[in-house]
């Protein structure tokens, strides 16, 4: 589990989780990397139920009081961002992914001409 991970040292507290949900086994670990790594901190998911799910496990996680690097605080993560994918109920698969809290992210577009454009936050996953 992620507190078990985060106490024992596995990942770097606080994190951004991110819960891949739906899909086949290697989609849905797919989308939870997605959510972990592209997502921006503070952004919602656009469908209600699914903020809401980012939201309900974001406060539970955070009053595991878990702290820098699992050494106590009032932050646990920074962030819970859900992704799914569309599946039969009978199969639905889940998975989970902690990005560590020292990660950095920068986007760049470079052009064809050579010339680049910081971009301050890209839309990775699209239009829904």
């Known amino acids: 589990s992620y507190v078990a991970a985060a106490r024992a040292g596995a990942i770097c507290p606080p994190a951004v989780l991110g819960v891949g949900i739906g899909g086949t086994s290697d989609i849905c670990t797919r989308l939870a990397k997605e959510a972990a790594t592209l997502r921006l901190i503070g952004s919602h998911h656009p469908e209600p139920a699914i903020a809401k799910i980012e939201v309900d496990l974001f406060e539970a996680l955070n009053e595991l009081k878990i702290g820098a690097m699992g050494s106590g605080g009032e932050t646990s993560v920074f962030a819970v961002n859900v992704e799914y994918a569309h599946t039969h109920i009978a199969g639905i698969a889940t998975a989970m992914n902690a990005n560590c809290f020292i990660t950095r992210r920068a ?7 050579g010339t680049t454009q910081a971009l301050e936050s890209p839309n990775w996953f699209g239009e829904r």
Do not use: A
Request: net charge neutral.
């Open 107 to 113: 986007s760049t577009r470079i052009h064809p001409d």
